[in-house]
């Protein structure tokens, strides 16, 4: 039994929840000064009340449902209840609002500061899936002295080979990624945007090979990001930032700097828009990832908490 009780968020809730927000964004902003924590609740929430009406926590539900076929099934499960604008004063006001966030057959996911101790997450039963790391912009030194160019047209069959055997590698390591029937024709989409006018300040990918004696052995898909400057709490500080939505050496190659080189000759043109820093995603699972990104500078800014069904 809880000592918790669990209402709809209404507007007398909102000062208290703003008070709990903002008291929790002073610590972990004073932790790691990257984070932009949200400070007030939008509408749709609940809060959990202690038994002398106090405001113990609250909890914004959102639930996310990706469509069959849709790639992003490759990482994500097909519905989860995401955790919005999360404060709890103890384990015990999470566990009551998670129950009554729960949606029968959904996943739940928060997205914490990695900065900050997931253990909470990992008592009601969830586990650190992925995680969100940001490098400044400083230029990163090359590795392997391999030719690196932008990819052409002809490179298409190779591009796509890479693209799934990056995936593909996570299936021994994670339950949390793997190849899906969407993952080919979506990639194969963001290749012929790249032929076509190949801008990414409008959108397109960017593709950078790796050669070793003549073939193809490494390719790195990046693009630009745009953080909001107004608005809620966003998941980066306001600025543009060249992301890494994809990087493959192929088996053969890996470890010996490839990665490296076909990363800074990536990073080095995305500095030319002009940003302010550079992202990926890894599976906290892989453990080529978890030790090659903090070896290029990135270091992690979130973790994404996940329980599966
Ligand atoms: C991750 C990947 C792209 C890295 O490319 P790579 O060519 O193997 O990496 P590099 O040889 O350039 O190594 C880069 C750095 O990581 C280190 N590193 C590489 N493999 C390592 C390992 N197994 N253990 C510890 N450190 C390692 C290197 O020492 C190097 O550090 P340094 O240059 O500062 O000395 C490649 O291994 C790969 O394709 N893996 C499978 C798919 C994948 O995981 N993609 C990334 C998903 S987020």
Same mark, same amino acid.
């Given at each position: 039994m809880t000592r918790y009780s669990v209402h709809p968020a209404t507007a007398a809730d909102a000062a208290s929840v703003a008070g709990l927000l903002s008291?929790?964004?002073?610590?972990?902003?004073?932790?790691?000064?990257?984070?932009? #924590?949200?400070?007030?609740?939008?509408?749709? +929430?609940? $809060?959990? &009340?202690? =038994?002398? +009406?106090?405001?113990?926590?609250?909890?914004?539900? #959102?639930?996310?449902?990706? =469509?069959? +076929?849709?790639? &992003?099934?490759s990482f994500a499960a097909p519905?989860?209840?995401?955790?919005?604008?999360? &404060? $709890?004063?103890?384990?015990?006001?999470?566990?009551t609002l998670r129950l009554a966030a729960a949606v029968p057959d959904a996943a739940e996911g928060v997205l914490w500061p990695a900065v900050d101790s997931g253990a909470s997450f990992v008592a009601v039963g969830l586990a650190a899936a992925f995680v969100f790391a940001l490098r400044p912009p400083e230029p990163l030194e090359g590795g392997a002295a391999v030719a690196v160019r932008r990819a052409?047209?002809?490179?298409?069959? %190779?591009?796509?080979a890479l693209h799934e055997a990056e995936v593909g590698f996570h299936e021994p390591h994670t339950p949390y990624i793997r190849r899906v029937p969407g993952l080919e024709p979506a990639y194969r989409a963001r290749l012929d945007?790249?032929?076509?006018?190949?801008?990414?300040?409008?959108?397109?990918? $960017?593709?950078? &090979?790796?050669?070793?004696? +003549?073939?193809? $052995?490494?390719?790195?898909?990046? #693009?630009?990001?745009?953080?909001? %400057? %107004?608005g809620a709490a966003s998941r980066l500080p306001p600025g543009r930032y060249g992301y890494l939505n994809s990087v493959s050496v192929a088996a053969a190659h890996r470890?010996?700097?490839?990665?490296?080189?076909? *990363?800074?000759?990536?990073?080095s043109d995305l500095a030319?828009?002009? *940003?302010?820093?550079? %992202?990926?995603?890894?599976?906290?699972?892989?453990p080529l990832a978890r030790r090659v990104w903090p070896r290029l500078g990135f270091r992690p800014l979130w973790t994404?908490?996940?329980r599966r069904f």
């Open positions: 008291r929790q964004a002073d610590r972990l902003e004073t932790l790691d000064p990257r984070l932009r #924590m949200p400070r007030s609740a939008a509408p749709g +929430g609940l $809060v959990a &009340v202690s =038994p002398s +009406g106090a405001v113990a926590g609250h909890l914004r539900p #959102m639930l996310v449902e990706i =469509p069959s +076929g849709d790639e &992003v099934l519905r989860t209840v995401h955790w919005q604008e999360l &404060v $709890v004063a103890d384990p015990e006001a999470l566990n052409r047209h002809g490179d298409t069959e %190779t591009l796509v945007r790249v032929w076509a006018d190949g801008d990414p300040a409008a959108g397109s990918s $960017v593709i950078h &090979v790796a050669e070793a004696d +003549g073939q193809v $052995v490494a390719m790195c898909e990046s #693009m630009l990001q745009i953080a909001p %400057t %107004t470890g010996s700097g490839v990665g490296r080189s076909v *990363v800074a000759a990536a990073l030319a828009y002009g *940003v302010d820093g550079y %992202t990926l995603w890894f599976a906290t699972g892989n994404q908490y996940e």
